[in-house]
């Protein structure tokens, strides 16, 4: 695996302005009605359970960080519903499409299948984060995208080698996946967990 780390780390620290409690909203692309993914995912799931230092996604959960627009004690409901209005008519026309879960890779807080092609899913990203700047005036994060999916987030320091092996000895192969919609979402991460409540779903014209 290119770039693997010497040890993992402990993902749950708290970053700036998170705390028990608070929420964000952010746009994401889920997962959890995947049943191509979740073989493929449960697999690796079982063989790296031994690890007490993983903490694992729950199927449902499962999501791709898209772009965030900030929190949700920062912003008010008529701008959240013009965000969305904006996203809805630039991605009037977005049909679906297919992309390609590649086998997964160690990372220093995560255990994650990065995702091909990715000019698709950021063509969305750039809808979203168009949305945001017309209506707030600023986007908080980087233009930068590397579409992943985490499904096994590290909770301690530990040694990467032994999980290494154990995702190595997995006999998968690469699923694809349709997606035919982006979400945004009010999400937390109060229990070692991310997880939501749905606010609008945008689905793509077939």
Not at 116 to 123: I, M, Q, V, Y
Not at 176 to 204: M, P, Q, T
Request: net charge negative.
């Amino acid at each position: 695996m290119p770039n693997e780390p010497e040890f993992v780390t402990d993902h749950w620290w708290w970053r700036k302005g998170w705390n028990i409690g608070k929420r964000f909203y952010t746009w994401h692309f889920t997962f959890g009605e995947q049943d191509s993914l979740k073989g493929m995912v449960a697999q690796y799931q079982a063989a790296i359970s031994r690890f007490p230092h993983y903490d694992l996604v729950p199927f449902e959960w499962l999501h791709l960080t898209t772009q965030g627009i900030g929190f949700v004690d920062s912003h008010t409901t008529d701008q959240v519903k013009e965000i969305v209005r904006k996203a809805e008519d630039k991605l009037k026309d977005q049909k679906p499409f297919a992309v390609t879960f590649s086998l997964p890779q160690l990372f220093s807080e995560a255990i994650a299948c990065p995702i091909f092609p990715a000019e698709p899913l950021n063509k969305v990203r750039v809808a979203v984060r168009e949305s945001i700047a017309e209506v707030l005036g600023y986007v908080d994060e980087p233009e930068s995208f590397h579409p992943h999916v985490s499904f096994a987030y590290s909770n301690a320091i530990a040694s990467a080698q032994p999980i290494t092996e154990v995702l190595n000895s997995v006999d998968a192969s690469p699923v694809s996946v349709a997606i035919g919609n982006v979400d945004l979402i009010r999400l937390g991460r109060d229990r070692h967990i991310y997880e939501w409540e749905l606010v609008n779903r945008i689905n793509f014209t077939v």
